[in-house]
Structure formats: structure tokens, C-alpha cells
């Protein structure tokens, strides 16, 4: 698919660094203070004789003579004769790392069987493995807590993690957020490239200028634009085939593909989140007065058949279809929407051209959009009972110095394993996966590929503004990526100042658990028969009397006393 699709099974990435008093080695820093409770009882029975093994794998940047250690790793594909239990990422972390895999490792088959296993594991007495691997659920995760099996990572994080990562937690202290209890830290974050899934708009730009027609700079240019799709198609498409809005609108409106995070930020407020008010307490947007206009709004572009009436059935995906088949101009998307779904549009449509384009400012000029996350993907927590609890640190440390931004010269400047995701052809250094033969860039990485936050984002504003693509890493994007998804990423860093972060990552409140499943379904049935002219515009104050009499407003007090609790 091409983009980089937050998902709890694939996690990004991390730093990089040598560990206190070997920073003359020149990868490591200083040693801080540990803020949390001291590792395992295992982890610290052996003293001083296990922690100097510890101290010289973090020197050497190895572990010599080799330990074992346990994860979690989920299905990925495997080629040049490679197995699960033999192939070049296991081979690599052995003569690199000094690290194997031993028997206690998961394979679990996919993410059901994964949680299922993990929930078996913890009621039956199982043993773990010593790195478990954490989606972004914070039920789960809170669940992991209170069983007792892991460890406050506080005390590891501030000896052993790498300058970039400590520095990306010091800027961002909300990706704390999920995993703080007890004031302590219990997962360690795996990072995300940031403002990756933030909306955009992508127009028909074929439409656009046989139309010549300009940026919608505001929601009436952009109806102005849909009126004229749908009544003055340039394709000839008669008005009642085309539906220039391609939505979903089946479980979630502030989702990754076809959102409308864009359309209530323009009224001033996001909906289906946590957002902060003017006095920096938490609100649920979703009944912020704003969503009211939100809601006329899209009932008013029902009514005129700027959305297709199925819209209600369609999910993320399915919502970007008629926009793929032709007969949608206006997709809420990604910056990577040119890597998929675009190229069905290519193939569907002769002559079809795509661009990206700025959300558009509301009647008062309030614009916004959602933000998916503070560079956080997943996490781990390390076992309480691990024998070296550390080894997760040095693999991810090892993962973000080398491999997250390779240096020129570098073994991993074209890729991670020759024959693999890079190779040598017609004399040439190339990663284009069409020229090279049964190529395969999934590897089983324990956390996943490695990924500095903000490093894919600057590089293609760099390459959108003309820049010359110099490090390893900016040839690899300008090679795999589409000019197209270079601008969008330019347009999605001139609007960075108006996206909205979802400030509630905890685990579901006392009340949420009892009462947020029937919030939830009065919010999309009261929104849904709004939109589709079903009940009055009215109708949504009437919602919001109930969803604060039925719960909502306790659980706005209790969301607000999680907030303050995490961050003292």
C-alpha cells in the first residue's frame, strides 16, 4: 500500500545510543537519575556480576558472549529460502547484537490470536515473554499494569535510551500519557512518524482546471467547487452519478480516509475526541456547539446530493472507492493517499489527475483538523521476571542510530539486506522494488522499522521545494515516493498550526465502561438521521441534554481528573 498506516501490529521506531559512562565511545550519553521503581527482583538478584553484563553490551554495542531473550513477533513474509526460525534479520541480530531469539517467542498468527494468547497467558499463569509487544489500547495496557508481571521501565529508560528518543519524550510528555499509573512509566513508546495521517483534501485536479476553477480557501469555495463536479461535470458524467464528496460516515467521522475532522474543525471544534477548551479543561467535541453547524451542514449537502446516500454503510475504505471509480472529486485523506488509493483512480479513469489541497476555513474563520498521535505507534513492557531487561533498549537503540536515517557509506545506505529490499542492478545500487527480483523489505523486526518522528515529513517538504535529495535516506524517499505526496506533505506542514490533539489516552473511565457504548450509539444514530434529514438540525440540542444527563457529564469530570493526574 505505500503508506505508513499506524497499526498495533506494525510499530515504528527508536533511538539510538551507548549507555552512561561510555559516551567517549561517540553513540552513547550520560547516564541520567532513574525516576521509577528498580527492575525485577530477578533482574537485580545477580547484582553487580548481571549489571556489567549489561554495562559491556551497551560499550561494545553487543552482547559477547551471546544471551537469548523472548518477544512477541507477528506474521510477516518470508523469501530466499528464509523460515521463521532461520533468516537474515535473526542472522543480522546474532552477528550484530549479540541477541537470539529463544523458544519462549510468540508467532501468534495474527492480532486476535495475539491478544487472546496474551489474556490466556495472564489468567493461566503462563509464562511470558520477556518483551511484549503493546497496540495503542489502552484497556489492554492497563490490564497488562495491574496484573503485576512487568516492570516500571523508568529506571531503564533513563539509563539506557538514546539522546533522540529522550528528547522526543521531553518535547511530546503527553505520549506519556497511556502509560503512566501510580507515577511511574510502564511501556516503552515505539515511535511514529508524526503528522502522517493528518487530513487533507485531494481534488479531482483534471476537474479543477478544465473547470478553471481556484483553491477552496472556505467552505462556500468548496461547495461552489461540488456544485460545479456534480451539475458541470467535465467529464460528462450526468448529475445524478456524481457525488462529489466521498465520506464515511459508518463507525467512526474522525477517522484516516474520508473524515470529517476537517469539516467540524472548521466550526471550531473536532469531533469524536478530547479537545481542550479556552480554559485548558477537557471537552468531547462531539457536542461542542460547533458540531451543531457542522451537522446542518452536511444535511444540507445531502439534500443537494453532494453525498452519496449509501455513505452510512461505508467504512474507510469503501469510501474512497467512487472516488477511485470517478465519481467523487473530493477525498479527506493522508499525505499518502498517492501511494493508495490514487493509483485505482489512474487505472479507472483516462486521464485523471490528483492533487492535494489545504482544509478550508469555516464562515468565521476557524479551521483545524485532527492530530493522530505524538510520534507513538506502539509499545513495549518488559516482564519483571526478564534476565536482561535492558536488551530491548540496546536492539531499538541499535535500530534508530543505524538504520532510521543511515548515514552515506553506511551497510544499511541502500537498504537493510542486499537481495532483499535493495540490490545491485545493471551496476547500480537500486531499492525500487520492480527491478529487483523476489524483493521483500518485511522483516521481522522486534519493534518494527525505525523511524525518526519527524524525518519523513522534512524530507519531502525538502524534495516538494526542489531540494536535492544528498542523504541515504532522502534518495530513498525521492526514489519511492510520488511528487504528488511531496507536496501534500508540504501542504499538511503549512497547516500544522491548526490541528487538534486528542488529549484523553487512558484507559475507559468508571462511567465509560458502564455508560459510553449507549453514548456512543445515541451519538452516531442522532448524527447520522440528522445528516440524512431524518430529524431536525434541532435535534442535536436535545442530544447533548441527554448525553450529559445520561453520563457524559460525569464522564467529562472524570476524563478531566485523569488529565490532571498525568500530568503532575
Known amino acids: 500500500m505505500g503508506k505508513f498506516k499506524k497499526s498495533w501490529l ?190 487533507l483534501l485531494w481534488l479531482r485536479e483534471d476537474w479543477m482546471e478544465k473547470l478553471n476553477l481556484q483553491a477552496p480557501k472556505t467552505i462556500a469555495d468548496l461547495e461552489n467547487i461540488m456544485d460545479k463536479f456534480k451539475n458541470q461535470n467535465p467529464d460528462g458524467l450526468a448529475a445524478k452519478d456524481v457525488y462529489p464528496l466521498a465520506i464515511s460516515l459508518k463507525n467512526n467521522t474522525n477517522t484516516w480516509m474520508g473524515g470529517l475532522d ?91 489527475k490528483y492533487k492535494a489541497y489545504p482544509v478550508p476555513a469555516g464562515p468565521d474563520g476557524k479551521i483545524g483538523t485532527k492530530w493522530q498521535n505524538s510520534g507513538v505507534n506502539s509499545s513495549f513492557m518488559v516482564n519483571k521476571n526478564a534476565a536482561h531487561p535492558e536488551a530491548i533498549l540496546l536492539y531499538y537503540n541499535y535500530m534508530l542510530d543505524n538504520l532510521a536515517n543511515p548515514p552515506a557509506g553506511s551497510p544499511y545506505e541502500h537498504g537493510f539486506a542486499k537481495g532483499y529490499d535493495w540490490d ?49 535516506y532522502e534518495k530513498q524517499q525521492a526514489e519511492s515516493r510520488k511528487p504528488e505526496n511531496w507536496y501534500a506533505a508540504k501542504v499538511v506542514m503549512s497547516q500544522i498550526d491548526v490541528r487538534k490533539q486528542n488529549y484523553f489516552t487512558g484507559a475507559a473511565t468508571p462511567t465509560m465502561i458502564s455508560k459510553w457504548n449507549l453514548l456512543r450509539q445515541s451519538e452516531l444514530e442522532t448524527f447520522n438521521k440528522i445528516i440524512y434529514g431524518k430529524l431536525p438540525v434541532d435535534a442535536f440540542d436535545t442530544f447533548v441534554t441527554s448525553w450529559k444527563a445520561n453520563g457524559g457529564d460525569q464522564v467529562t469530570k472524570e476524563v478531566n481528573d485523569w488529565f490532571k493526574s498525568v500530568q503532575q
Open 424 to 472: 545491485i542492478v545493471d551496476g547500480q545500487p537500486t531499492s525500487d522494488s520492480a527491478k529487483i527480483k523476489n524483493y521483500n523489505d518485511k522483516f521481522p523486526f522486534i519493534t518494527g522499522p525505525a523511524r525518526i518522528p519527524d524525518l519523513y515529513m522534512k524530507t519531502l517538504v525538502k524534495l516538494a521545494d526542489g531540494g536535492k535529495p544528498e542523504t541515504p
Open 10 to 199: 506494525v510499530p515504528a521506531a527508536m533511538s539510538v545510543a551507548m549507555l552512561a559512562g561510555c559516551a567517549d565511545n561517540g553513540n552513547g550519553n550520560n547516564a541520567a537519575s532513574s525516576s521509577g521503581a528498580a527492575p525485577s527482583a530477578s533482574a537485580s538478584a545477580s547484582a553487580s556480576s548481571e549489571q556489567s553484563v549489561a554495562d559491556k553490551a551497551f560499550a561494545a554495542g553487543k552482547y559477547d558472549p551471546p544471551i537469548e531473550i523472548s518477544t512477541i513477533l507477528m506474521p510477516t513474509t518470508y523469501s530466499n529460502g528464509d523460515t521463521k526460525e532461520n533468516n537474515v534479520h535473526d542472522r543480522w541480530m546474532l552477528d550484530t547484537l549479540g541477541l537470539k531469539l529463544s523458544k519462549d517467542t510468540w508467532y501468534p498468527a495474527g492480532s486476535d490470536q495475539y491478544k487472546q494468547q496474551l489474556q490466556l497467558a495472564l489468567t493461566s499463569g503462563e509464562k511470558l515473554p520477556d518483551f511484549i509487544m503493546v497496540p495503542t489500547d489502552s484497556v489492554l495496557t492497563n490490564q497488562l499494569i495491574d496484573s503485576g508481571e512487568f516492570m516500571p521501565i523508568d529506571e531503564l529508560f533513563d539509563k539506557y535510551a538514546t539522546k533522540v528518543w529522550k528528547d522526543h519524550a521531553a518535547q511530546h510528555p503527553e505520549l506519556w500519557y497511556p502509560f503512566t499509573k501510580d507515577g511511574k512509566h510502564w511501556n516503552l513508546p515505539i515511535m511514529e512518524y508524526t503528522d502522517n495521517d493528518d487530513t
Open 262 to 352: 476537517w469539516l467540524f474543525g472548521a466550526y471550531g471544534t473536532i469531533e469524536e475526541q478530547w479537545n481542550k477548551d479556552a480554559d485548558g479543561n477537557l471537552e468531547y467535541g462531539s457536542v461542542n456547539p460547533g458540531a451543531k453547524q457542522a451537522l446542518a451542514k452536511l444535511q444540507e449537502w445531502m439534500k443537494k446530493g453532494y453525498i452519496h446516500p449509501d455513505t452510512a454503510l461505508w467504512d474507510e475504505g469503501k469510501s474512497a472507492e467512487i472516488w477511485t471509480k470517478g465519481n467523487a472529486g473530493v477525498l479527506p485523506g493522508a499525505n499518502w493517499v498517492p501511494d493508495w488509493p490514487a493509483p485505482d483512480l489512474l487505472k479507472n479513469v483516462a486521464g485523471a
